[in-house]
C-alpha cells in the first residue's frame, strides 16, 4: 500500500505563490506517474499536472507556465510550485499516483480514474 500526505497548502493573495509538497510512504514508487489534481467547491475534480519516471512532465493549459511539478527521489516527495496565482485557483489539491506511466493528457476528463493511490488533500485559497 502506498500512503500520499499532501502539505503546504494555505492562504495567499493572487499573484503570490506556495509550494505543495507529497510525501510518499514508499521508496518503489520511483517508476511510478506521480500527479497533482484539483477540485474547487461545487466543481468537479480536475487534472492539474503530471510527471513520469523519467521526467516528463504534463500539465492543464490552466496552470502551463505558472505551475511546475517536481520531485525529489532521495526523499520520495513531490512538490507543485505555483506562482502567479488566481482566484480561480481555489480548490483542495490532492497529490495522486499511478502504478504505470502516464501516456494521457492530464486534461482529460477520465484521467483520475487511472491513479491507484490518492492523498487526503491540502487546501488553497486564493483571495483577490
Known amino acids: 500500500q502506498v500512503q500520499l500526505v499532501e502539505s503546504g497548502g494555505g492562504s495567499v493573495q493572487a499573484g503570490g505563490s506556495l509550494r505543495l509538497s507529497c510525501a510518499v510512504s514508499?521508496?518503489?514508487?520511483?517508476?511510478?506517474?506521480m500527479g497533482w489534481f484539483r477540485q474547487a467547491p461545487g466543481k468537479e475534480r480536475e487534472g492539474v499536472a503530471t510527471?513520469?519516471?523519467?521526467?516528463?512532465?504534463n500539465y492543464a493549459n490552466s496552470v502551463k507556465g505558472r505551475f511546475t511539478i517536481s520531485k525529489d527521489n532521495a526523499k520520495i516527495t513531490v512538490y507543485l510550485h505555483m506562482n502567479s496565482l488566481k482566484p480561480e485557483d481555489t480548490a483542495m489539491y490532492y497529490c495522486?499516483?499511478?502504478?504505470?506511466?502516464?501516456?494521457?493528457?492530464?486534461?482529460?476528463?477520465?484521467?483520475?480514474?487511472?491513479?491507484?493511490?490518492w492523498g487526503q488533500g491540502t487546501q488553497v485559497t486564493v483571495s483577490s
Open positions: 495522486a499516483a499511478r502504478r504505470q506511466r502516464c501516456t494521457f493528457d492530464i486534461s482529460w476528463s477520465l484521467a483520475q480514474g487511472y491513479f491507484n493511490y
Open positions: 510527471i513520469n519516471s523519467d521526467g516528463i512532465t
Open positions: 514508499r521508496a518503489t514508487v520511483s517508476n511510478y506517474c
